[in-house]
């Protein structure tokens, strides 16, 4: 009771120090600053207009056609608005550029007349180019936005407007209609004759039909907007793609039959297609089905976009993500160099398919209860407040100022003599102001990292903080996720005041006790920023060097993650309970010394 | 009773003997002085008594509390000064008071608001110590040495920086803590004089040994034993000099007569076999040996009495 007093007694002696306290305060306040900071950098940006305009490449048909682009460009900074049939087509439009750049196209041409062996072909070119115009006309007319999830269906049958094309020009010499689509398509000869020529009336105009149904239907999708029959039409386009590549399998088949020497680089070209059609099955097409179901509308900045996205994006790599066996591993330079060990290689490989595996988890459990986990919501309070758990370094190095400053004042300033003589063991004295500064230390961090949690739920919204995030052991509430995080890293601050107090007490000088500690954690992150360079530097994870800042094992983009991600084992548990074990003997060492030593300035 | 005991103790710092076998007494309602050269070893030993230092050898209690053992009862019963008094400048001359008040059970703010007034600070005592003179910095430190109204005061050089009225205020409140409430003072300072006015008993130290140890004031009950310096004007000198030759005591001419050191209880018997002896005898004066003959013709036995 007394030793709490006397803690209670330093720590108002402490903040008796003008310097100290105002530095405590900026410590504490700078956790509200910061995401007001955050908030109003981004209303500046969205109010910029937001995405913007976005401005792709302009369309300049084969590579050979780009003579001097120069032409192409300068004009292309004119926004006036187009109109093409009556339909006024924006600046804004997200098809505006696209079209744009047909008509400058179109330009082009007319004025590079030699590039055609014949007028005819030019004529022909101009009026593919006239139809490819007219038909994102059509899109523009009903989609303003870029984000809309029709864009896709435009980009996706842009072919079949050229194929319509070869079918409605049959009476056109076969070589002077090759020159003019193989402008846009990229054909070989045998393929064009083989797919669009030689056909009978009857199955050249099935093939007619067939296109212009396939268009007919994109078009009615377009124009009233009918999300489901979208997802029909992309599930009808993935199928498409399967039967295609399945002909192309076939095609392969017969291929090594014929050359059986070049069985070995067929036999992968038939694995990649038949991987391919595993994707479109197992992961396109269910994905698609999902979408219809929950009513997901795709290109929506909406978390079950991105939740519906990262599953789709971890399902393809844990398809193309295998561990190979010892020998081909050892076959493998790079993969040697890289991993240095096999068993580090398996290791690294086994977290990375585990990672898949959960984030898949983690997607789909959101997805099922509606309730997205934090990791869909990137800019939502949750993921602030986890990235703010590195303002426990911020106040790791008030810690060791106030560490360092603790008992080296006391010796310089001579102060240490009236304390020494009062009715008080040396060990009372020197715990209770160990106690005293390292308690301010994590008073300010839990007050910081409480009043940042409350300022990121009154900036970006409290409901954020009522979603539950998804672990393997079953869904847990936001608090119950984060607040052992953030009891993790007082562990950094812990360590961090342990050291810089121990100096205190050693070298009695407080400029030498503040910068020794900082100097050693700028060390610490260039080993870190070495090894995540260079490989096979196992020992470290056995040193304090890459837990220093334990918050790192939370946070984003940090040098542990990447070092975790070369297959360095480190363990959290292990890093935590050393730098424990080693603040504690700072501690003792501290103690020992100061109880045997005679107080000399 | 012995508020303050050392005995036998020695220091070694760095091999080298700082204090060897030093032993001394303070007793309640005594004030005892602590005289010696710079590096004599005065510091050392108030750092030793106040728990600053471990001790070698040897043993220091302080109201019968060894300090080693039983340091918290020991130092509940002792305040002081050493060196400077520096303050925490952080904070107010009463911001200091109770900071150490907190150290001690029962001091309330009545008591600190007392012992400032009794140390005439109570007009600056809630400025910063940074604004302080070294003067006022001192008798705040003699506040927090009196803070828990302890029996023993240990003050080291606690004159530095204080004005002559300052000082005399100081010995005057020393003496009136000896005398009415009994603390035992033990101060170290190398202004003999005032050592002389308010001692009753001086240690003098040299190169960290105890060399010497006078008694001043004596209230008269013992003055016949002290040795007082006594000048005789005779109608004849030279015989009178012989005279005290033969009795091979510390005897020089001088002008005004014969000067012969001497202990008082000797002077009637003195006198009367001079008479006896036919001198004519016009005036014996009698001349105060001062602290500071004794302690410079103690301390030059010593040769390197500067290190």
Known sequence: ?601 | MELLKIQGLTKIIKKKKILDNISLTVNSGEIVGFLGPNGAGKTTTIKLIMGLFHITEGEIKICGHDIVTDFEAAMANVGGIIENPDLYRRMTGRENLEYFASMYDNIDKKNIDDIVELVKMSERIDDKVKTYSLGMCQRVGIAQALLHNPRLLVLDEPTNGLDPIGIKELRDLLKYLAKEAGVGVFISSHLLSEMELMCDRIYIIDEGVIIGEKTIHDNGESQEELIFEYTFATDDNVRTLAYFNKLQTNCRMEKEGVAVVMKRSEMPRLIKDLVDQGIGIYAVNEKHRTLEQDFISITTGSKKQIR
């Not at chain 1, 896709?152 to 689509?181: C, G, T």
Request: proline share 4%.
């Open chain 1, 1 to 601: 009771m007394k030793f709490l007093r006397q803690i209670n007694v330093e720590i108002k002696s402490i903040l008796k120090s003008r310097f100290l306290l105002i530095i405590g305060i900026l410590v504490m306040v700078s956790s509200v600053v910061l995401p007001v900071i955050g908030f109003i950098a981004e209303q500046n940006r969205n109010s910029d207009g937001g995405g913007g305009i976005v401005r792709p490449l302009p369309i300049t048909g084969p590579a050979y056609s780009v003579v001097d682009i120069d032409i192409a460009y300068p004009e292309m900074s004119g926004q006036e608005p187009i109109v093409i049939d009556g339909i006024t087509i924006t600046a804004d439009n997200p098809f505006y550029w696209n079209i744009n750049g047909l008509m400058q196209e179109k330009d082009n041409i007319e004025m590079d007349k030699g590039r055609f062996s014949d007028l005819e072909v030019l004529d022909l070119v101009l009026s593919l180019i006239d139809e490819e115009i007219k038909y994102y006309a059509l899109f523009a007319q009903h989609i303003a936005e870029h984000t809309d999830y029709r864009i896709e269906l435009a980009w996706n049958s842009s072919q079949k407007i050229y194929e319509k094309f070869i079918y409605e020009h049959n009476d056109i010499a076969e070589d002077k209609l090759f020159e003019a689509v193989s402008y846009k398509m990229g054909l070989d000869p045998d393929t064009f004759k083989e797919k669009y020529i030689d056909l009978t009336p009857e199955q050249r105009l099935e093939a007619l039909d067939k296109l212009e149904e396939d268009l007919n239907a994109i078009n009615k999708v377009v124009a009233d907007n009918d999300f489901p029959q979208y997802i029909n039409l992309r599930i009808q386009q993935e199928e498409d793609r399967i039967s295609d590549f399945k002909e192309q399998i076939a095609i392969h088949e017969e291929a090594i039959i014929q050359n059986p020497s070049q069985e070995e680089g067929l036999n992968a070209i038939i694995e990649d297609l038949k991987r391919s059609i595993e994707m479109i099955e197992t992961i396109t097409i269910p994905t698609l089905q999902l979408r219809l179901e929950r009513n997901i509308i795709p290109g929506e900045d909406t978390w079950e976009n991105r939740a519906l996205s990262d599953i789709e994006m971890n399902r393809n790599q844990l398809l193309y993500t295998e561990i190979i066996s010892e020998e081909e591993f050892n076959k493998e330079r790079h993969y040697v160099l890289q991993y240095g060990s096999y068993d580090k290689y398996v290791r690294a490989m086994q977290a990375q398919i585990d990672e898949y595996n959960n984030a898949i988890m983690i997607g789909e459990k959101s997805i099922e209860a509606g309730k997205p986990d934090m990791k869909f919501v990137p800019k939502g309070p949750r993921n602030r407040t986890i990235e703010f758990l590195r303002y426990s370094i911020f106040v790791a190095m008030f810690a060791v100022l106030l560490g360092g400053w603790s008992i080296a004042s006391e010796f310089q300033h001579g102060t240490i003599r009236l304390l020494m003589i009062r009715p008080k063991t040396r060990t009372k004295i020197l715990m209770a102001k160990f106690l005293a500064a390292l308690t301010l230390s994590l008073v300010i961090y839990m007050l910081g990292s409480l009043l940042n949690l409350i300022t990121n739920g009154i900036l970006f919204g409290f409901s954020d903080y009522a979603y539950p995030n998804y672990t393997i052991s079953g869904d847990i509430n936001f608090f119950a996720y984060y607040v052992p995080k953030l009891l993790a890293c007082t562990v950094s601050i812990i360590f961090a005041f342990a050291v810089a107090f121990m100096l205190s007490v050693i070298i009695k000088n407080v400029a030498v006790a503040v910068a020794v500690p900082i100097a050693c954690f700028i060390g610490c992150n260039i080993v870190m920023a070495t090894i995540t360079y260079s490989g096979a530097m196992n020992w470290v994870a056995y040193t304090p060097i890459p837990y220093v800042q334990i918050s790192s094992f939370f946070t984003q983009n940090t040098m542990v993650r990447y070092v975790l991600q070369r297959g360095i084992p480190l363990s959290l548990t292990y890093g935590i309970i050393l730098l424990l074990v080693l603040s504690a003997i700072c501690t003792f060492i501290s103690l020992s010394i100061f109880k045997r030593r005679d107080i000399t300035d």
